[in-house]
């Protein structure tokens, strides 16, 4: 049996870190999406205060899963 792959895109942030943005992300996803495989992070962006500390961790991410 041949299986099918579908890819979508999507921007998470968190204020804790770059790797809780993207287990935020991938949470979200698997939520209402089964079978997901994987992920591919395009981007990866910071808010800043005034003085340079990092408020929060955004990432973009390609999420790949598999269609039934």
Known sequence: ????????EINAGSK???DDAVRTG???VAETIGNV???????TKVVTT???DIEEWRVCMRVTFVVE
């Open 37 to 43: 495989r994987g992920a591919w992070i395009s981007d």
């Open 26 to 28: 991938l949470s979200k």
């Open 16 to 18: 804790k870190s770059f």
């Open 1 to 8: 049996m041949s299986n099918v792959a579908k890819v979508i």
């Open 50 to 52: 005034p003085d340079g």
